[in-house]
């Protein structure tokens, strides 16, 4: 820990082991206590969920009972008792990827990861400013079956090639160390801090070993040759703390950027095209929260249970800091509509033991209990889901993220009514073009970074038209609240979905019409809308009162990815893909084993400093704040809080490399 306060650099910390949390407070306090942004990065071979953890911390505290007088357990407790509410509350869950916690304004990060400690540490993308100094393993890790089964060679190796090389390795119990970890950390090129000869003045020092350090370099070349086609380039502009990074955009996406640079303690000039933030696809009343799965449980489905827990720790984190944004985390319902709709539900159900804080499946009464009205049908159940007002959301984060830059002596700034035209590279600079809707006229704004998270605005610029990503128009109905359905209490997804009451009215919908030509209010999608619930549950009393009748409406645009992945990454360079695919010789870029070979290996054309984040679909509330996170890490070259596989698969240039990748033709 640094002695100096306020100090800006990053301490970045690997824990082997998760425990009841202790160790994670303990930093927690010492990076308050110094002002020292920390983060720390937990392995653990077992997984635990936030109840499970909060049952656990009771257990020691009874345990401790024994030992101290009712006045020396309060004494103890009470300075980490806030400390143990955030963290109990922060929705852990027992899921395989990163889980990454926020605390103190971004100042003390937690990413945990649970399972296969050697995949999770080798997926892990490697950073240049995010590099682990120290590593530290809990007593429980070092026992004999937890060693034996877990511990390994090159699982040190891949905990090697992410640490900086004069990286300590620490164990609690110094003395006793087994030989086999002490032999793991030396052989990988650790600095053990139980070892007097490698310390001189008390000041840590690397073994003269050129060997381990040689390993950990190859391990890295090999991992970004392997995913060279989708990471960010090596010569990226110059990021100077004070130069402001450009968000075209004023919706979900764009706000929760923006919030997390903030944190990050950069500059950011928002550019919103509207009279007021989030009045695109992010202005609907009410928008439904939950994750999207699969029933192999694949890459996409890990994506979205991790973007859901982490859009609801957003949430939260907003609302405690005193924001007003309209929600429930009632829990969602899903329900099947037809015979077909039925099967796929099903096949989700039955094709994971699911863990019970992400979905269960619930007999035809539990779920009339839940939704407090006769659903009479069995669904799968997400506790932890819900709804949120999406505008407020956004508007939260934007006034979050400028009271956070304005603490750090940066700022956020917002410009409405100023909608971008055009986007032209400058030297080392980006320049936007603005016809502003007032006496301003044409504007110039140039920043070294640019990132187009404009919604359905997405592909308007020459550099974005060819992403492969769609509009759909949808209309999202505002029916009055009376009868039986005033007792709805949870949100209801089946054709269409239905949320409880706010402020007398519900929402459902919605339609889904692709490449709108309008957003004009729609009698046909708002009757729809209605027959969509009639649809799903036919016969039940409460359906009767979903009133359309009064045309209370809402048209908003949703970009859509045919893979229903958003887009997150540099802009990729379409005409010089294109041209590298027809170089000669052809052998080398098409159709064959060297090509692909090619194809993955090298970093595929881009538009250097220019960024996207978009075609968050009709999920944005559940997908689009971690894409965020992940965005600004990648900007401010720190560890991401995803896998270099989730990197391929939220690139935008996937949808072409997928196929070079294959040896597949472009012109198909």
Not at 658 to 666: A, D, Q, Y
Request: aromatic share 8%; glycine share 6%; hydrophobic share 35%.
């Amino acid at each position: 820990m640094s002695d100096k306060p306020n100090s800006h650099k990053t301490l970045c910390i690997g824990q082997l082991g998760f425990g009841i949390g202790m160790e994670v407070m303990l930093l927690w306090q010492l990076s308050e206590q110094f002002s020292q942004s920390i983060h720390l990065s937990v392995f653990d071979a077992y997984s635990i969920n936030a109840f499970e953890l909060s049952q656990l911390i009771q257990q020691a505290q009874i345990q401790l009972t024994q030992d101290v007088t009712s006045h020396e357990l309060t004494t103890l407790s009470s300075p980490w008792h806030d400390y143990v509410v955030q963290l109990t509350t922060s929705s852990i869950a027992n899921i395989n990827g990163c889980q990454r916690l926020s605390f103190n304004q971004g100042q003390f990060v937690v990413d945990v990861y649970f399972g296969n400690l050697h995949n999770s540490i080798q997926t892990l993308p490697f950073s240049q400013q995010g590099q682990l100094e120290h590593w530290h393993c809990l007593p429980h890790t070092t026992q004999e079956e937890y060693l034996d089964q877990h511990f390994t060679q090159k699982l040190f190796w891949q905990m090697g090639r992410i640490s900086l090389d004069s990286a300590s390795f620490y164990t609690f119990d110094e003395r006793n160390a087994p030989s086999k970890l002490v032999h793991y950390a030396e052989s990988a090129g650790f600095t053990l801090v139980s070892n007097p000869q490698k310390r001189e003045n008390g000041v840590l020092k690397l073994l003269n070993n050129e060997i381990p350090l040689c390993e950990r370099k190859a391990l890295r070349q090999l991992l970004l040759s392997e995913y060279a086609y989708c990471l960010p380039h090596e010569n990226l502009p110059a990021k100077d703390g004070n130069e402001s990074i450009a968000i075209i955009g004023g919706g979900i996406a764009a706000a929760h950027l923006a919030l997390s640079l903030a944190e990050k303690g950069k500059n950011v000039t928002i550019y919103c095209k509207d009279q007021m933030l989030a009045d695109g696809a992010s202005g609907n009343k009410q928008g439904a929260i939950y994750p999207l799965l699969t029933p192999d449980n694949g890459l996409m489905s890990q994506y979205f249970q991790q973007a859901f827990l982490y859009s609801r720790r957003r949430l939260e984190e907003l609302t405690a800091a005193g924001h007003q944004i309209d929600h429930q985390l009632c829990g969602v319902l899903q329900t099947g509509f037809d015979e077909r709709s039925d099967a796929r539900l099903n096949k989700i159900i039955d094709g994971q033991p699911w863990p019970n804080e992400i979905a269960f499946s619930v007999s035809s009464a539990k779920a009339n209990e839940l939704a407090n009205i006769q659903i009479d049908k069995p669904a799968f159940y997400y506790p932890l889901a819900g709804w949120i007002c999406p505008q407020e959301f956004a508007v939260a984060a934007i006034k979050q993220a400028q009271k956070i830059a304005s603490s750090k002596g940066n700022e956020v700034i917002v410009k409405l009514n100023c909608k971008i035209s055009a986007l032209t590279k400058t030297d080392s600079v980006w320049r936007l073009t603005s016809t502003e809707h007032n006496e301003l006229g044409t504007q110039h704004y140039e920043h070294p970074i640019a990132v187009a998270a404009s919604g359905a605005q997405l592909t308007e610029f020459a550099q974005t038209r060819s992403l492969q990503v769609t509009g759909f128009r949808g209309q999202v109905s505002h029916i009055p609240s009376k009868g039986k359905l005033a007792e709805l209490q949870t949100v209801i997804c089946a054709h269409g979905y239905l949320t409880p009451e706010n402020n007398q009215h519900h929402c459902v919908g919605a339609s889904y019409v692709k490449s709108p030509d309008n957003l004009d209010y729609c009698p046909d999608e708002q009757r729809e809308n209605a027959q969509k619930m009639h649809h799903s549950f036919p016969d039940r009393d409460w359906v009767n009162d979903v009133d359309v009748s009064d045309e209370k409406a809402r048209v908003g645009v949703r970009m859509v990815t045919r893979d229903h992945c958003p887009m997150m990454g540099l802009a990729p360079d379409i005409d010089s893909i294109f041209a590298q695919y027809h170089t000669e010789p052809l052998a080398d870029h098409q159709l064959t084993v060297a090509s692909r070979k090619f194809w993955r290996q090298h970093r595929a054309p881009s538009h250097q400093g220019l960024y996207v984040l978009g075609g968050l679909g009709s999920r944005g509330l559940s997908s689009g704040p971690l894409a965020a996170e992940a965005l600004a890490s990648i900007i401010c070259e720190q560890t991401p809080p995803i896998s270099y596989d989730m990197f391929a698969m939220l690139n935008p240039n996937r949808m072409w490399l997928r196929k070079l990748l294959k040896g597949k033709s472009l012109m198909v």
